[in-house]
Structures are given as structure tokens and as C-alpha cells.
């Protein structure tokens, strides 16, 4: 039934041999050996036989791929587990942590496991065997399943604070909240999304079906119930073991100022405010009454107490001030006017906070019945406080300043000042009441979060002991867990919630190197590995082979962004396009060698050889400019302007000879052709055909040097710019072509890619059928060799490569970010791709079908066990970087692992 090759086998028993998955015939997998991969481990771990574990189980990328395939993630783990609780090895340890980290994304992509592997593990690639013998074996048993893998170290290393990074929403989640018993983490965005916080894994997923996002989150006392409120005024209170859900929609009054501000709930009841009333209802939905505040002071904020009455927060002062009071729901106590912020135990008992007569010190005030009693003032304080926060225990209190924190303890009432670094600084949002900042377990360290960052204090002595920085967008929400563990859990406008084991705070990892802000160009060096990426305000030259950030220019005067930046082939050169300014820049002496004054420049083009740079700008509506420019000298060639009717990039001919620009003339829309060696203008070729439409794009044939073509909504229409004419228009072509100029590709942004030819337009390969996924970017390209298919989706967020030969999907990666842009290599053996995070990865194309994309990924400097460093052109020191590696480093790479055996040579990452 499971035709084994044989029935007789080596084990102590007469049994047939047991795979890892049973295949029919024609080699297809039928189902998992499930009774191996759950029982095995079990036996080993108790009859000790270690070794015959790790090649087998732990160390075994063949077994962990079937495991994740056919069962439960914490099944993985507990394999791992069991293993750490007999013997503690740091390399078990380690794989275990980055299946942790992974856990969002393996639990939907099991064939990311070699990738996610690789790019958390590659630091420790010479160092530990087991640990190299698991990569080796990604790099080849893997390749099958997914054959882009990274070339580099890309991914956060397992082993230090961070232990998982959740993902799930696809808008930011707002509100997250941890259960009491600390076993669930609950998140809002549009969905409720509830998390195993052992496993990393989705516990359940509610969907409510609103039109709005959730702006905040409570949970019950008794972890039953959470409630958020939408951006459309609807309050959804969800069962949380069930499920179940009910809507709310308050009857507020009919004018723009009454809409939903908060919500706050117990047991039984939640309490949902404007900012003129608030409406009391039972946790199922029933209305029970409705309440507004004596002289139509604006609610902050309310809360239940221990008592099941609500306190209430009003602004009793003007718009530009601080003035506040705290109310009863119930009028039960006198009001207590206070100003910037207040916090309160848990029993309602005591507040702190800072009142007229003392300006900005803290004031104690404990309750005396219906009234508030002053106690004591912790010290002196001159800073403005933005918001107030007691720790768990309530043995301190932090205050939120503008440059930094300050840290009481309230047992001693001793003050420690909490200071952020040089240039950051805490920017209020108005009556905020409370920040983001919490204290870890036995209040060890002071957690807060400032924009993207997480800042770790020390309690005794107020020092920074550490940055966290795994966002890349503001962080939103910020809680701590201290039942029965020590975890930080941060949530961020990048979708992303990051879970921080501070056990491990201690513990060091290898940094990832990344830009401020998201990457929006890229553009490679053809003779070494080296590429120049652009963000709105720095320009980074990478090296490609490790992925280190070698220097950073930024721009010349502040309010300046950068549109694009070029590279020329030997590195030594990069020349940048500011607001008002084109840069070139001396990379080896990190100087700016010349300033150009061209403005809104849209377009470089490096030409002759990386000698001349041609840049393109728009000046007002109507108007552009072509320059061209000396390189490295910066002496103007020539320049000239025309007309345009709205700004579309232009392009040169595959040779470097005519430079076709789109412009307008008195006739209509038009393209200019120039000799883009001297800027002559040769002629104006009218775009008078009959289905001509307004272009989206103008692209170069690489084929043949006199045609471009012109993209628009529905078609590709190629040009010769010779002859003047249309050659023909090809339905449905995005503007992709390979080198031979003959195939296409068709990708519409609902969904579907076609390989297309491009002489009838008709398909040749169905890549991806037409299925309905929704309206999202994507991205398509051709790799330079002509063998493969790269499709980027956003909503998905993953990169699908196809062979072009049999059109079989023989990668879909998962992206660790919404990447911005991706190029392939010259040679066609990896792509580059940038994210909105900021980072650059360089991902080789292994496709196991070709002999010498295997050789190559063998081949480069990461997989070698003795590694030497790049340098910048110009360094005379070792292991300085390879030239010319276009078309003969693969060779080399080939030629001389033929001679060697298993020693491989080191080839160019960017073939």
C-alpha cells in the first residue's frame, strides 16, 4: 500500500523500514508517519542514546519539516522540552528558540523552516557543528521545499530577550491584554486574535465583522469577557472562552463631537463614554442607564473599583491647560480637581498625583471616607509630568517627563532620575493620563517605550541597561507579565506584537543592520558585491555578501529627501538625488566630492560605462529638465528642457545610444529621442496610434537598441524608435520582458500571474490562476537569466518564485517585512530585496533543478567554515572583494569545487 523499497530493516526488531512521510506510486506524499514522529523522541531521550536524537530528531531538517507539517507546533517543542529537562545543551536550546520565533510564520508556512533557520542561525555557522550540520542540511533537503533562502544573517537571532514576534492582523493592534494566569495574550485590531503565550501559536481567532478598527482593549477581572470600541463608534464585548460576541452601538447624540472615547468593564458591567456622557450596560449588551457630568466637563477616562462604582476623570480646565477633577459615577465622594496626571491603587484608596498648590511635585492623597486626605509630597520635582504609573505591586511609581523618567520608590520615597538618550525625548499626546512604560517582575527593571524603541532601566541605580529594537514602527501599547514569568509584551503600528522573555535580558545577540525608515530604491554595483539603497533621508551602501551597512550619507541640508541614488560598477562612487541637489559622493573617503543644483530631480541613469550620469527632474507642472554629468568629476555634459504633461520616468535604449523621454508637443503626447551621449535632440515620434492610451510607463527592450516600450492600463505597446512606428501592441503585458525580448508576464493586482508571449500575446504558462485575493500591490520580474519568476503580494507578504522551464512554484517565502522593492542580481543567482523596516536581504535562488544555482549557494562566503571579511574598494586588506564576478565567478566557483572536492570556492553573491 505504502510501496516500501524493502520490508526487512536494521532495527532490533524485524519491522519494515519507517519514513518520515509515506508516498503512492508517483512519489507524491499520501500521509505523515505520525506514530514515528510523535513516539521516537520519547524513546531516545530515555534510553539515552543522544546522539542517534540529534541526527535523527533535533538536528534533522527532514524531521522537523514533517513534524511542523502534520502537527501542532507545541508538539515540536515539546520534543525539545523533553530533551532540556534530561539534558541542557545551548545548540537544542537555541533551535528551539527560533522555532519560537518563527511560530507565526511556520504555523502557516511549514516550508519556511530553512529559510527562517538560515537567517536566525548562519552567526553561529562556524562555530557549532550541530548547528552547521542543520544549515547544510537546509541547503540542500530544503531546497525542494523552498528555494529562495537568505545568503546572509537576516532574522533576530533566538537566545536573547526576544521570544516571539506575533503576527496575525492585518491593521495595527491598538489593545493587547494578558489574561491573569498569564497563558493567553488577547489583541485587537479589526479581529480579536488571541495568542498561546507558551507557544507562540493562535489560540483563537474572532472575527466580529465591523467596518472599523478597534482603538482599545479591556478584559474582565475574571478573564471571561473583553471589550474594544471602534473608529465608527461600535463596542464589541467577546466571550473569550466561547467566542461569542455582541455589538454595541451607544445612542449618542447626533453631532460630529459625540463619538465613542473609551471603554472600561468588570464581571458584569462595562461603561462606554463620549466626551459629554457615559452609558452603563450589562457585559451581554443590555442597556441600563445613561449619565452625564455637571457642567458639561469633557470624560477622559472612568474605571471600575473594588466596589463596583466608577471613577471618573473630567477636564474641568480650558483646552490649553492641564486642569482636572476626579468624579464618582454616583456623586458618593467630593470631586478632587488635581492637574497633568493621576494615578490610583488598586483598591481606590490612595492617588498620587500633582495638584495647584505644588506645582509640579507629586502629591499622596489617601481617602477618608467622601473625602480625599493629603498625605505626603515625594519630593521635589520642577519637570512637567506627562502621566503617571504605579507598578504591579505598587511599591513604585514612575512619572513621565520630557527627557526621560523619574522613578520613586514608595517605600523610601527616594527619587531616581530615568534619563533617555541624547535627542529623544518624550512628545505628550493631550490628557494621555497614563504612558507606556511598565516594571518587570520583582521590579527589577523599568520598561518604556519611546517611538520604535524599548528602553530598559535598571531600578537601583536609574543606568541604561539597554535598547530594545525590534519594531520598526511606533509602538502603541506596552504591558508587562509577572504571574509566573518575567515577559514584556509590546504591540506596533508595524502589525507586529513583540514578546520579550526578560530572563534573557542579559543574554547578547547579533545585530541586524537596517536604515531609520523604510528603503524605496535599490541599485547594484555590477563589478562587486556592493549596492546602494535609498530611504527619505539617508543613502546606504551595503555589502552584499554578509548584509553589513558599510557607510551612510546623509543629506546636505534637513529638510531635504532623497529620490534616488546610483552606484557605479567598481563602488567607488555613489551619486544621489536630493530636493534641491544631485551629490556625488567619494565612498572609500565618505565625502561629498561635488553638489550639482538641479532640483526634484526623479531619475539617475548611470551611461558609458559609468562615466556619464543623466539625471532627469520635473520642474512645475509642465516643465522637465535632462542633464547629463561627468562622473566622478561632476562636469556638466549637457542640458536641456521640454515639456510634459504629467512626470513619467524616461529611459535609455539597451546600448546606451538614444535616451527617450515622454514629453508633449503642440501635437499631443510625444516621445522625445535624444543621443544620450551629447543630449542632441533628434526628433519627436507622436503617440497618434489608434488605441493609444496615457502611458503608466516607459520600459527599454534589452533585445534590440532602437525600441522601447510605452505601458498603459491594458497593454505593453513596443516602439521603434528608429523606424518611427508602432511595432505592436501586446493585450495585458505589465512592461516585464526577458532578455530575448520574446516573453512577458500578465499580473493584475486582484489576483493571477500569466507567462506571456509577446508576438500574439498569448499564454504560454498559467503561473497563478485567477483567484480572487483581494486588490493589493504586487510586483513581478523576471531573474536575469531568464529562468525564473519572482511574484511579490502584500496582502500575503510573501515572494513566490516560478521556474520558468516547467512553471512549478519551486519557492514562496515569507517575507519578514512588506518589502518595497526588489532587484535581481546581474547573473540572475539571487535577489535583493527592501523593506519598509529599513533592512536589506539578499536571498540566493538555489532551485535544486539547476546544478549551478546549488554550487553557487555552496559557494558563497556565509556557508564556508573559515570566513574572511569584504572591504570597501580601495582596502589592501585581506579578503578583499572579488572583481569583475559578473560572468566568470560562477565559473570559478564550478572549476574549482570540481578540483577540490568538498572545499568550495568563494563566488560573488551578486551572480
Not at 544549515?135 to 537566545?159: E, F, K, M, S
Not at 512619572?399 to 514608595?410: E, F, R, S, V
Not at 551611461?607 to 547629463?628: P, Y
Request: aromatic share 8%.
Amino acid at each position: 500500500m505504502f510501496h516500501l523499497e524493502q520490508k526487512g530493516g536494521e532495527s532490533d526488531r524485524k519491522v519494515p523500514l519507517q519514513p518520515l512521510v509515506f508516498v503512492d506510486e508517483n512519489g507524491r506524499p499520501m500521509r505523515h508517519n505520525l506514530r514515528k514522529l510523535n513516539e521516537l523522541p520519547y524513546h531516545l531521550v530515555r534510553s539515552h542514546r543522544y546522539e542517534e536524537l540529534y541526527t535523527q530528531v533535533i538536528f534533522n531538517y527532514n524531521w522537523l519539516h514533517a513534524k511542523l507539517s502534520s502537527m501542532p507546533l507545541q508538539s515540536v517543542l515539546s520534543d525539545f522540552e523533553d530533551l532540556l529537562d534530561h539534558v541542557y545543551q545551548k545548540d537544542v536550546k537555541l533551535i528551539a528558540d527560533v522555532i519560537r520565533l518563527s511560530s507565526s510564520i511556520l504555523s502557516h508556512y511549514p516550508d519556511n523552516l530553512g529559510p527562517q533557520i538560515i537567517g536566525r542561525l548562519l552567526p553561529y555557522f562556524t562555530i557549532n557543528e550541530n548547528i552547521r550540520m542543520l544549515i547544510q542540511q537546509c541547503d540542500t533537503d530544503g531546497l525542494t521545499r523552498c528555494a529562495l533562502v537568505p545568503v546572509h544573517h537576516c532574522l533576530h537571532t533566538p537566545g536573547g530577550p526576544l521570544q516571539f514576534s506575533l503576527e496575525g492582523h492585518l491593521f495595527a493592534p491598538f489593545g493587547i491584554a494578558v489574561t491573569s494566569n498569564a497563558k493567553y495574550l488577547i489583541s485587537v485590531s479589526n479581529k480579536f486574535i488571541i495568542f498561546d503565550l507558551n507557544t507562540g501559536e493562535v489560540f483563537r481567532t474572532i472575527a466580529p465583522g465591523i467596518e472599523g478598527i478597534m482603538q482599545s482593549l479591556v478584559v474582565s477581572d475574571n478573564d471571561k469577557y473583553a471589550a474594544g470600541f471602534t473608529n465608527n463608534n461600535q463596542v464589541i464585548v467577546c466571550n473569550i472562552l466561547t467566542g461569542e460576541h455582541v455589538k454595541i452601538m451607544p445612542p449618542l447624540k447626533e453631532h460630529k463631537e459625540s463619538a465613542v472615547s473609551g471603554t472600561t468593564m468588570n464581571n458584569t458591567h462595562i461603561v462606554i463614554w463620549t466626551l459629554e456622557e457615559w452609558f452603563l450596560y450589562t457585559v451581554s449588551g443590555t442597556f441600563l442607564s445613561r449619565h452625564t457630568i455637571e457642567m458639561n466637563m469633557p470624560i477622559l477616562s472612568a474605571e471600575f473599583g473594588p466596589d463596583a462604582r466608577v471613577y471618573i476623570v473630567v477636564k474641568s480646565g480650558g483646552a490649553n491647560d492641564s486642569e482636572m477633577t476626579l468624579e464618582m459615577g454616583d456623586n458618593s465622594i467630593e470631586p478632587f480637581e488635581f492637574h497633568s496626571a493621576i494615578a490610583m491603587t488598586k483598591d481606590k484608596q490612595t492617588l498620587y498625583t500633582c495638584i495647584e498648590i505644588s506645582d509640579n511635585a507629586v502629591a499622596v492623597y489617601k481617602r477618608d471616607g467622601d473625602t480625599w486626605k493629603y498625605d505626603r509630597t515625594l519630593g521635589d520635582n520642577y519637570d512637567v509630568v506627562f502621566a503617571l504609573n504605579l507598578s504591579e505591586d505598587e511599591n513604585y511609581l514612575v512619572a513621565t517627563i520630557p527627557l526621560g523618567y523619574k522613578l520613586w520608590n514608595l517605600k523610601t520615597d527616594v527619587m531616581v532620575p530615568l534619563k533617555l538618550p541624547h535627542g529623544t525625548r518624550n512628545i505628550p499626546t493631550k490628557n494621555q493620563l497614563s504612558g507606556l512604560v511598565v516594571l518587570t517582575r520583582n521590579n527589577h527593571f523599568v520598561v518604556a517605550a519611546v517611538r520604535k524603541n524599548v528602553y530598559v532601566w535598571d531600578v537601583k541605580q536609574g543606568n541604561m541597561f539597554k535598547v530594545l529594537d525590534a519594531h520598526f514602527g511606533r509602538i502603541i501599547a506596552l504591558t508587562a507579565v509577572t504571574h509566573g514569568c518575567n515577559k514584556v509584551i509590546s504591540s506596533s503600528i508595524d502589525k507586529t506584537i513583540k514578546v520579550w522573555n526578560f530572563d534573557n535580558i542579559l543574554e547578547d545577540v547579533h545585530s541586524i543592520d537596517r536604515l531609520e525608515k523604510p528603503i524605496e530604491t535599490i541599485d547594484l554595483a555590477s563589478d562587486i558585491p556592493f549596492c546602494v539603497t535609498t530611504s527619505r533621508n539617508c543613502v546606504g551602501v551595503w555589502n552584499l555578501e554578509n548584509g553589513k551597512l558599510l557607510k551612510t550619507f546623509g543629506t546636505t541640508t534637513s529638510t531635504s529627501v532623497i529620490t534616488e541614488a546610483v552606484i557605479t560598477g567598481d563602488g567607488n562612487y555613489v551619486c544621489a538625488a536630493e530636493t534641491a541637489n544631485i551629490v556625488i559622493w567619494d565612498v572609500s573617503k565618505d565625502a561629498a566630492m561635488k553638489t550639482l543644483p538641479l532640483r526634484d530631480t526623479q531619475k539617475l541613469i548611470r551611461n558609458e560605462n559609468d562615466t556619464r550620469i543623466i539625471a532627469i527632474a520635473k520642474q512645475g507642472a509642465t516643465k522637465g529638465v535632462c542633464a547629463c554629468y561627468s562622473l566622478p568629476e561632476g562636469d556638466q555634459v549637457y542640458k536641456f528642457e521640454y515639456g510634459i504633461r504629467a512626470y513619467k520616468d524616461g529611459v535609455v535604449t539597451c546600448d546606451g545610444s538614444l535616451l527617450a523621454l515622454p514629453a508633449v508637443d503642440k501635437s499631443g503626447d510625444v516621445i522625445g529621442v535624444y543621443q544620450a551621449k551629447v543630449g542632441q535632440h533628434l526628433y519627436n515620434l507622436q503617440l497618434k496610434y489608434n488605441t493609444y492610451k496615457p502611458m503608466i510607463r516607459l520600459v527599454s527592450m534589452p533585445h534590440d537598441p532602437n525600441q522601447v516600450a510605452l505601458i498603459d492600463e491594458d497593454k505593453g505597446n513596443i516602439l521603434d524608435l528608429k523606424k518611427k512606428t508602432l511595432v505592436r501592441s501586446v493585450n495585458r503585458w505589465n512592461g516585464h520582458v526577458t532578455n530575448t525580448g520574446k516573453h512577458g508576464l500578465y499580473a493584475p493586482s486582484r489576483g493571477g500571474l500569466e507567462y506571456i508571449e509577446l508576438k500574439h500575446g498569448k499564454t504560454v504558462k498559467t503561473l497563478i490562476p485567477r483567484i480572487a485575493e483581494g486588490v493589493f500591490n504586487v510586483d513581478t520580474t523576471f531573474s536575469n537569466n531568464d529562468r525564473h519568476v519572482i511574484y511579490y503580494h502584500s496582502g500575503h507578504r510573501t515572494l513566490r518564485v516560478f521556474r520558468l522551464s516547467d512553471g512549478k512554484m519551486v519557492a514562496k517565502y515569507k517575507a519578514h517585512a512588506e518589502v518595497k522593492v526588489m532587484k535581481c542580481s546581474p547573473g540572475g543567482m539571487s535577489m535583493i530585496i527592501g523593506c519598509v523596516d529599513g533592512s536589506m536581504t539578499v536571498l540566493a535562488l538555489a532551485d535544486p533543478f539547476y546544478e549551478e544555482n546549488v554550487e553557487f549557494l555552496q559557494s558563497i562566503p556565509s556557508r564556508q567554515k573559515h570566513q574572511a571579511g569584504v572591504g570597501l574598494p580601495g582596502d589592501n586588506s585581506d579578503g578583499n572583494t572579488p572583481k569583475n564576478a559578473i560572468g566568470t565567478a560562477l565559473q570559478v566557483a564550478r572549476f574549482v569545487a570540481k578540483a577540490r572536492g568538498a572545499q568550495r570556492s568563494r563566488a560573488c553573491v551578486i551572480s
